[in-house]
Each structure stands twice: as C-alpha cells, then as structure tokens.
Antibody, heavy 123, light 107 residues
Framework: QGQLVESGGGVVQPGTSLRLSCVAS????????IHWVRQAPGKGLQWVAL????????YYADAMEGRSTLSRDNSRNTVYLQMNSLTAEDTAVYYC????????????????WGQGTTVTVSS | DIQLTQSPSFLSASVGDRVTITCRAS??????LAWYQQKSGKAPKLLIF???TLQSGVPSRFSGSGSGTDFTLSISSLQPDDFATYYC?????????FGQGTKVEIK
C-alpha cells in the first residue's frame, strides 16, 4: 500500500524557519501534483500550497505567499515546503496529499494523504 | 478568493438516518468539488470527486450532487463508522479552499 510520509515538524520560536518534507513510497509520485493542507488545533482544514508534477507551477495561500517556498525532487520522490517568519498562527498539523485527475489547472482531488507532521510555534 | 460555506456546521443523527450536507460556493466552480471525511486525529479521506463521482472503495451509501455553486453530500443510511467531520473543497482556480466542516454526531 503506497503512502506519503511527512517530517520536519517540531517546536520552534516565532520568527524562525522550518522545512517540511513529504516522501512518497510505494506509490506513483512524479506524474502528480502535491498539495499541502494544514489544520490548527481544534480547527478545520486550510489549504496551504500546491506544486505541480514537474515543479514548474506553484501556488500558495495568501497566508503563505512571500514567506514559503515549494520544491520537489522527483528522483527522491520528495516534496519540500520551506516556511519562514513563522508565527503562532502557523501552529498546526501539516499534511501533504497527492492530486489526481483534473485538466492541468482545475479539478481532480486529493486521493492519498500523509499522517501529518506537527508544527508548534511558541516562545 | 472563492469561499465555501457548509451547512449545517453540526448535525446530530441516528444510525439508519438519511443525512444531507450542503456546500455553497461564493461563485461558480463548475463541478470541481471534492468531499472528504475526517475522523479525530486522522488524515482526511477522499469520498467524492468531480462533485458526484464516488472514489474507489467508498461505500455506495455516499453520494454527491450539484454543479455551479450548490452541492450536496448525502449518506443514505448512516452507519456507526460514518460519525466524523466532513469537508468540501473546491479545485477551481487558486486558492483551493475548504469549507468549514460539518461534524456528524450520534443522537
């Protein structure tokens, strides 16, 4: 059974940076976009960002724009989310998920999700 | 940005009940809508994509409908395993936001 595994979370101080990783094993990775979704404690799902299969297109939520960078290494089946200038509002479980279907810009859905990695921003 | 509003936010129902959750978009999103189920402490699970297509392996008591701005998720006969929180997500342009969620609890 294929899976996605996130790592890189932890407890960090406000203003610092963190790089999250999402590694795929046992499932087809390179043809698909990868989304990041986060969930603050007791709250709903919040879309964070998307990187397309070839890494050439990237989209970010307004809250992440300008302080986050997506990248991917298809040879390592890995996507990275670099987050800078972290604040308490970034405290959440961060999930990566595979995008399947769609027409190259719209549509599809997130069919495989990782178990999440927890980021806590606190002084 | 497109906003998704789910209703109700909370639903109390009994095993065997028919349940309907609605998701309204602030502007038209064609049929680019997905539904997910999330249980406490777990990652979301895909139920429905393209508004009405059942994901492989999902029980047929789940169904989705709608297009444009108004969508529904229905559970024909609620089972004990269905008590969870449900989210809609649009995949029409960016950002691809989620609804605020609907928690389904046992009456």
């Amino acid at each position: 059974q294929g899976q996605l595994v996130e790592s890189g979370g932890g407890v960090v101080q406000p203003g610092t940076s963190l790089r999250l990783s999402c590694v795929a094993s046992g499932l087809t990775f390179s043809p698909y976009g990868i989304h990041w979704v986060r969930q603050a404690p007791g709250k709903g799902l919040q879309w964070v960002a998307l990187i397309w299969n070839d890494g050439n297109k990237k989209y970010y939520a307004d809250a992440m724009e300008g302080r986050s960078t997506l990248s991917r290494d298809n040879s390592r089946n890995t996507v990275y989310l670099q987050m800078n200038s972290l604040t308490a509002e970034d405290t959440a479980v961060y999930y990566c998920a595979r995008l399947v279907g769609g027409d190259g810009y719209n549509g599809g859905a997130l069919d495989v999700w990782g178990q999440g990695t927890t980021v806590t921003v606190s002084s | 940005d497109i906003q998704l509003t789910q209703s109700p936010s909370f639903l109390s129902a009994s095993v065997g009940d028919r349940v309907t959750i609605t998701c309204r978009a602030s502007q038209g999103i064609n049929n680019y809508l997905a539904w997910y189920q999330q249980k406490s402490g777990k990652a979301p699970k895909l139920l429905i994509f393209d508004a009405s297509t059942l994901q492989s392996g999902v029980p047929s008591r789940f169904s989705g409908s709608g297009s444009g701005t108004d969508f529904t998720l229905s559970i024909s006969s609620l089972q004990p395993d269905d008590f969870a929180t449900y989210y809609c997500q649009h995949l029409n342009s960016y950002p691809q936001t989620f609804g605020q969620g609907t928690k389904v609890e046992i009456k």
